[in-house]
Each structure stands twice: as C-alpha cells, then as structure tokens.
C-alpha cells in the first residue's frame, strides 16, 4: 500500500464506519477513476467531520459511478479549540481565501458580520461550505468548521454570551503588543472578529469597547488587507490561546 500522503482523500456526507459502503457523487468518481486512475481494490480516504477518517476500498468502478467500503479507521474527528471566526465579507475571491485559511488554522466555527462599512452584502454560505471542505481536504483536516448565518454587527453583540471572550483587531488598541493583550485574556471559549476594509466606524469601536467580554488587540504598525489581518490574527489567537502553545 503507497503511503497516506499519496492515497486520495475526500470528504463525504454519509455515516463512515467499519464495513460501511458510501457512494461517491459523480464529480468524486470522476476525480478518483479519471483524474488519479483507480481502480477497484484501491483504496482512498474518506472523512465527514464526525466519524473520523477510514481508509475505504473501491468495491464498486463503473463509468460513472463508483462505491467504497471502509476498512480501517486511520484518524479521529479531534475538534480544534473553542475559536469562532466574525468577519466583514469581502468580495468572493478574497472570501474564499479568508474561509479557506479560517479553516486550516483551525476555527470551530466560521461567520460573516455585517459591519456598517461593509461592502459585501451579500454571501454565499454553500460557496463557503465547499471551500472549507476543500480546505480540510487538502489540509489533512478530520474536523470541519460550522458555517453559520450572517449577522449584523449589533444583532451579534444584543445576543452575545458573555462567557465567551471577543477580541477584535483595532489599530488603536490600548496595549500595542498583541500577544501581551492576549495573554491577559482567561482561557475558555473565544471569538476572533476582523472588520471591513475601512475599519469600524467610532460608533461600532466605542460599543466594543464599552462591552465587558470584548478585547482589543493590535496588529502592528503596518495596515493590512482584511485577508491578511485574518491569518495574522488567527495565528496570534492560536500561539497564545489555541492549540499552538
């Protein structure tokens, strides 16, 4: 058997466990008969984000349809730290790019906020699912982050559980080390908020600010695309409070 860095890996939506037999949909098919030109008797990886990762056979090859039975479970579906990712859309290529690297970084959950300067009003939430499938896929991720609903800025904080800890990128943070600031924060359930382009107005900063569970952070002299501000941030989060310390 070739090593599992070089056997394929999909994500599937079916129940995955010893013996189970799940068909593919026909893109999948296509990928693993036409593209990698299996067989029936090779193997590939399969995952849905609940039941681990199998390492499943090719029992059944036609055309355009293909079957496989798990055998061996080679990985649990291990949850990351309690990190929900907020952001200001951006326009759909910079989206998928944000989504994509949300998912590899490893938030739990993943949702757009709608900020008063916010261009993007509209959002695809099945475009976000694909690309955090296609990012676990790549990535080797057993687990996938929720994609939940947009949000307007206020309804989000109205509703807030103030358990969970909010820090939000704002260049005129009180403290100008990041991870001094978030060394201060208590360990426990978190959400990382990134705003738009043009940053929060005052208003929106003021109502941060006045906010118990909320706490900024800076991201340096330099001022970042959104897109970028997101990995930055996401990898402060993760050394200090995630799963990278």
């Not at 090719?58 to 355009?64: E, Q, V």
């Not at 509703?159 to 978030?182: H, I, K, M, Q, S």
């Not at 990382?192 to 600010?209: K, V």
Request: aromatic share 6%; with cysteine.
């Amino acid at each position: 058997m070739p090593s599992l860095s070089r056997i394929p890996r999909l994500y599937v939506d079916a129940p995955l466990g010893e013996g189970a037999t799940v068909t593919l949909a026909r893109n999948q098919c296509h990928y693993l008969l036409n593209v990698m030109r299996l067989r029936a008797g090779d193997t590939a990886r399969l995952f849905n984000g609940r039941d681990g990762e199998w390492l499943a056979v090719i029992t059944d090859a036609k055309r355009k349809s293909c079957a496989l039975t798990c055998r061996e479970k080679i990985a649990d579906a291990t949850p990351p730290p309690d990190i929900d990712y907020l952001f200001a859309p951006l326009k759909a290529a910079r989206l998928d790019y944000m989504v994509q690297k949300a998912t590899e970084m490893g938030a739990r959950r993943i949702r757009p906020v709608f900020t008063a300067r916010t261009i993007a009003r509209r959002v695809n939430l099945e475009r976000m699912r694909a690309n955090v499938i296609e990012a676990a896929e790549q990535s080797n991720l057993v687990w996938l982050p929720e994609v939940l609903k947009p949000l307007e800025l206020d309804t989000l904080l109205d509703g807030w559980d103030a358990t969970r800890r909010l820090v939000f990128c704002d260049e005129a943070a009180p403290v100008a080390n990041p991870v001094t600031a978030l060394s201060a924060i208590s360990p426990g359930p978190l959400a990382l908020l990134i705003g738009p382009e043009g940053g929060f107005t005052e208003q929106e900063r003021a109502r941060l600010h006045g906010l118990d569970f909320v706490h900024a952070i800076s991201l340096g002299p330099r001022v970042m695309r959104a897109d970028t501000a997101a990995v930055a941030a996401l990898a402060l989060v993760q050394s200090t409070l995630g799963d990278w310390t």
